[in-house]
Protein backbone atom coordinates (compact mmCIF):
# COMPACT_ATOMS: atom_id res chain seq x y z
CA UNK A 1 0.00 0.00 0.00
CA UNK A 2 1.30 3.55 -0.98
CA UNK A 3 1.35 6.25 1.46
CA UNK A 4 -0.02 9.17 1.06
CA UNK A 5 0.72 12.40 2.14
CA UNK A 6 -1.77 14.49 4.90
CA UNK A 7 -1.10 17.94 5.37
CA UNK A 8 -0.70 19.05 9.09
CA UNK A 9 -2.51 22.13 10.65
CA UNK A 10 -1.01 25.22 11.79
CA UNK A 11 2.18 26.38 9.25
CA UNK A 12 1.24 29.99 8.76
CA UNK A 13 5.07 30.21 7.92
CA UNK A 14 5.92 26.96 6.78
CA UNK A 15 4.08 23.93 4.72
CA UNK A 16 4.17 20.91 7.27
CA UNK A 17 2.97 17.14 5.76
CA UNK A 18 2.95 14.22 7.46
CA UNK A 19 4.11 10.90 5.28
CA UNK A 20 3.91 7.36 7.63
CA UNK A 21 6.24 8.15 10.40
CA UNK A 22 8.05 11.18 9.44
CA UNK A 23 7.03 15.02 9.18
CA UNK A 24 8.10 16.63 5.85
CA UNK A 25 8.53 20.39 6.19
CA UNK A 26 9.23 23.08 3.40
CA UNK A 27 13.28 24.04 3.58
CA UNK A 28 15.17 27.10 3.95
CA UNK A 29 18.61 28.13 4.09
CA UNK A 30 18.16 27.55 7.62
CA UNK A 31 17.20 24.17 7.62
CA UNK A 32 20.31 22.66 7.90
CA UNK A 33 21.68 24.23 10.27
CA UNK A 34 18.08 23.86 12.58
CA UNK A 35 19.08 19.93 11.64
CA UNK A 36 22.59 20.19 13.06
CA UNK A 37 20.69 21.71 15.95
CA UNK A 38 18.26 18.98 16.35
CA UNK A 39 20.91 16.29 16.09
CA UNK A 40 22.57 17.69 18.90
CA UNK A 41 19.80 18.12 21.23
CA UNK A 42 19.61 14.25 20.76
CA UNK A 43 22.83 13.39 21.30
CA UNK A 44 22.92 15.66 24.52
CA UNK A 45 19.68 13.42 25.58
CA UNK A 46 16.44 15.64 25.26
CA UNK A 47 13.99 12.52 24.15
CA UNK A 48 11.25 14.96 23.36
CA UNK A 49 12.85 16.98 19.94
CA UNK A 50 12.14 15.59 16.33
CA UNK A 51 15.05 13.86 14.82
CA UNK A 52 16.41 15.06 11.68
CA UNK A 53 16.16 12.52 8.86
CA UNK A 54 17.80 14.15 5.99
CA UNK A 55 16.27 15.19 2.54
CA UNK A 56 13.03 14.12 0.43
CA UNK A 57 13.87 13.80 -3.31
CA UNK A 58 11.85 17.20 -3.87
CA UNK A 59 14.37 18.66 -0.97
CA UNK A 60 12.22 19.34 1.85
CA UNK A 61 13.63 18.13 5.13
CA UNK A 62 12.43 14.72 7.06
CA UNK A 63 11.50 14.61 10.38
CA UNK A 64 10.76 11.48 13.39
CA UNK A 65 6.75 12.69 13.78
CA UNK A 66 6.20 12.92 16.91
CA UNK A 67 2.78 10.97 18.03
CA UNK A 68 0.21 13.03 19.87
CA UNK A 69 -1.84 15.90 20.28
CA UNK A 70 -1.34 19.29 19.12
CA UNK A 71 -3.55 21.79 20.43
CA UNK A 72 -5.23 25.02 18.45
CA UNK A 73 -6.94 27.53 19.39
CA UNK A 74 -9.03 27.90 21.59
CA UNK A 75 -6.77 25.72 23.96
CA UNK A 76 -8.83 23.14 25.94
CA UNK A 77 -8.46 24.40 29.87
CA UNK A 78 -5.83 21.44 30.23
CA UNK A 79 -3.20 23.32 28.29
CA UNK A 80 -3.25 25.30 31.48
CA UNK A 81 -2.42 22.65 33.81
CA UNK A 82 0.28 23.40 36.65
CA UNK A 83 2.11 20.28 35.45
CA UNK A 84 2.12 21.22 31.84
CA UNK A 85 3.56 24.72 32.84
CA UNK A 86 5.90 23.34 35.19
CA UNK A 87 6.93 20.59 32.52
CA UNK A 88 7.54 22.88 29.63
CA UNK A 89 9.20 25.30 31.69
CA UNK A 90 11.88 22.03 33.15
CA UNK A 91 12.29 21.67 29.52
CA UNK A 92 13.29 25.00 28.04
CA UNK A 93 15.87 24.68 30.78
CA UNK A 94 17.09 21.62 29.35
CA UNK A 95 17.05 23.26 25.48
CA UNK A 96 18.90 26.11 27.04
CA UNK A 97 21.58 24.59 29.30
CA UNK A 98 22.13 21.65 26.65
CA UNK A 99 23.03 24.77 24.00
CA UNK A 100 25.88 26.91 26.47
CA UNK A 101 28.71 27.16 23.50
CA UNK A 102 27.04 25.72 21.06
CA UNK A 103 28.38 26.94 18.00
CA UNK A 104 27.36 25.85 14.62
CA UNK A 105 30.22 25.33 11.90
CA UNK A 106 27.88 27.32 8.94
CA UNK A 107 25.36 29.35 10.60
CA UNK A 108 21.85 30.12 8.77
CA UNK A 109 19.45 31.54 11.58
CA UNK A 110 16.30 32.10 10.23
CA UNK A 111 15.54 34.47 13.34
CA UNK A 112 18.09 36.91 13.74
CA UNK A 113 20.05 36.27 16.76
CA UNK A 114 19.88 38.32 19.74
CA UNK A 115 22.10 39.57 22.49
CA UNK A 116 23.23 38.20 24.79
CA UNK A 117 23.30 35.02 23.20
CA UNK A 118 23.79 33.19 26.17
CA UNK A 119 21.71 30.09 24.97
CA UNK A 120 20.16 28.47 21.94
CA UNK A 121 16.24 29.63 21.65
CA UNK A 122 13.40 27.84 20.22
CA UNK A 123 11.56 31.45 19.89
CA UNK A 124 7.99 29.53 19.08
CA UNK A 125 8.04 27.46 22.72
CA UNK A 126 4.86 27.75 22.93
CA UNK A 127 1.29 25.33 22.86
CA UNK A 128 0.49 25.25 19.17
CA UNK A 129 3.95 23.72 18.71
CA UNK A 130 3.69 21.00 21.62
CA UNK A 131 2.63 16.97 21.56
CA UNK A 132 0.29 16.10 24.33
CA UNK A 133 -0.45 12.86 24.50
CA UNK A 134 -3.45 11.94 27.59
CA UNK A 135 -2.81 15.57 28.58
CA UNK A 136 0.64 14.85 29.65
CA UNK A 137 3.50 17.18 26.93
CA UNK A 138 6.00 14.25 25.15
CA UNK A 139 7.51 16.49 22.46
CA UNK A 140 8.03 20.09 21.22
CA UNK A 141 7.81 20.49 17.26
CA UNK A 142 8.48 23.64 14.79
CA UNK A 143 12.14 24.60 15.34
CA UNK A 144 12.62 26.33 12.63
CA UNK A 145 12.54 29.92 14.08
CA UNK A 146 15.60 28.46 16.27
CA UNK A 147 18.14 31.31 17.15
CA UNK A 148 21.47 32.43 19.71
CA UNK A 149 19.85 34.50 22.25
CA UNK A 150 18.95 35.09 25.90
CA UNK A 151 17.27 32.70 28.16
CA UNK A 152 14.49 35.32 29.27
CA UNK A 153 13.82 35.68 25.96
CA UNK A 154 12.40 32.27 25.42
CA UNK A 155 10.97 31.81 28.55
CA UNK A 156 8.80 35.23 28.28
CA UNK A 157 7.55 33.68 25.44
CA UNK A 158 6.36 30.48 27.07
CA UNK A 159 4.80 32.48 29.67
CA UNK A 160 2.91 34.99 27.31
CA UNK A 161 0.87 31.81 25.62
CA UNK A 162 0.74 29.04 28.96
CA UNK A 163 0.51 30.96 31.97
CA UNK A 164 -0.34 33.10 29.72
CA UNK A 165 -0.61 36.94 29.94
CA UNK A 166 -2.67 38.17 27.60
CA UNK A 167 -5.59 41.13 27.47
CA UNK A 168 -9.18 39.97 28.37
CA UNK A 169 -10.33 40.79 25.02
CA UNK A 170 -7.76 38.80 23.18
CA UNK A 171 -9.68 36.24 21.31
CA UNK A 172 -7.52 33.64 22.92
CA UNK A 173 -7.21 34.67 26.21
CA UNK A 174 -8.97 31.74 28.02
CA UNK A 175 -12.08 32.11 30.05
CA UNK A 176 -11.01 30.51 33.48
CA UNK A 177 -9.41 32.33 37.08
CA UNK A 178 -5.88 32.53 37.19
CA UNK A 179 -3.39 34.09 39.18
CA UNK A 180 -1.04 35.52 37.30
CA UNK A 181 1.65 36.56 39.76
CA UNK A 182 1.61 33.00 41.15
CA UNK A 183 1.49 30.97 37.39
CA UNK A 184 4.87 33.42 36.53
CA UNK A 185 6.49 32.34 39.97
CA UNK A 186 5.49 28.78 38.96
CA UNK A 187 7.32 29.24 35.67
CA UNK A 188 10.34 31.03 37.18
CA UNK A 189 10.88 28.23 39.77
CA UNK A 190 10.46 25.20 37.72
CA UNK A 191 12.97 26.75 35.13
CA UNK A 192 14.82 27.75 37.62
CA UNK A 193 15.85 31.20 36.84
CA UNK A 194 16.38 34.17 39.53
CA UNK A 195 14.87 36.57 37.79
CA UNK A 196 11.97 38.56 39.39
CA UNK A 197 8.27 38.94 37.94
CA UNK A 198 9.00 42.49 37.07
CA UNK A 199 12.10 41.35 34.89
CA UNK A 200 10.29 38.68 33.36
CA UNK A 201 7.46 41.21 32.47
CA UNK A 202 9.62 43.62 30.96
CA UNK A 203 11.23 41.17 28.60
CA UNK A 204 8.15 39.89 27.61
CA UNK A 205 6.70 43.18 26.51
CA UNK A 206 9.89 43.88 24.59
CA UNK A 207 9.26 40.62 22.81
CA UNK A 208 5.95 41.07 21.85
CA UNK A 209 6.99 44.65 20.22
CA UNK A 210 9.50 42.78 18.52
CA UNK A 211 7.20 40.08 17.31
CA UNK A 212 4.48 42.56 16.37
CA UNK A 213 6.66 43.84 14.15
CA UNK A 214 8.16 40.93 12.66
CA UNK A 215 4.59 39.49 12.25
CA UNK A 216 3.27 42.62 10.43
CA UNK A 217 5.81 42.55 7.81
CA UNK A 218 5.21 39.00 7.25
CA UNK A 219 1.54 39.19 6.86
CA UNK A 220 1.79 42.41 4.39
CA UNK A 221 4.60 39.99 2.24
CA UNK A 222 2.40 37.29 2.09
CA UNK A 223 -0.73 39.16 1.88
CA UNK A 224 -2.01 36.95 4.70
CA UNK A 225 -5.40 38.32 7.36
CA UNK A 226 -4.42 36.38 10.02
CA UNK A 227 -0.84 36.97 10.52
CA UNK A 228 -1.92 40.84 10.76
CA UNK A 229 -4.30 40.18 12.77
CA UNK A 230 -1.68 38.04 14.99
CA UNK A 231 0.71 41.36 14.80
CA UNK A 232 -2.27 43.72 16.27
CA UNK A 233 -3.40 41.06 19.29
CA UNK A 234 0.58 40.77 20.10
CA UNK A 235 0.85 44.80 20.24
CA UNK A 236 -2.33 45.52 22.18
CA UNK A 237 -0.86 42.70 24.58
CA UNK A 238 2.22 44.60 24.85
CA UNK A 239 0.60 47.59 25.79
CA UNK A 240 -1.60 45.41 28.18
CA UNK A 241 1.46 44.13 29.99
CA UNK A 242 3.20 47.40 29.94
CA UNK A 243 0.58 48.91 32.00
CA UNK A 244 0.85 46.49 34.74
CA UNK A 245 4.17 47.29 34.68
CA UNK A 246 3.29 51.06 35.96
Known sequence: MVKSEKPLEGGHMTEVARLGDQVLREAGPWTPTIQRLLAHLSEQGLEWVPEPQGWTKDGREALTYLKGKVPTYPLPEWVYDDAALKRAAKWLRQLHDATVGYTDPDPHWRSAPRKPAEVICHNDFAPYNMVFRDHELVGVIDWDFAAPGPRLWDL???????????????????????????????????????????????????????????????????????????????????????????
Open 156 to 246: GYLCYRMVPLMRPSNPDAPDLPIDLSARLELALRAYGSDATVPQLLEVIVERLEDLASFTHSHGLARKNDKLLLDAENYSKDAAFLAGLLR
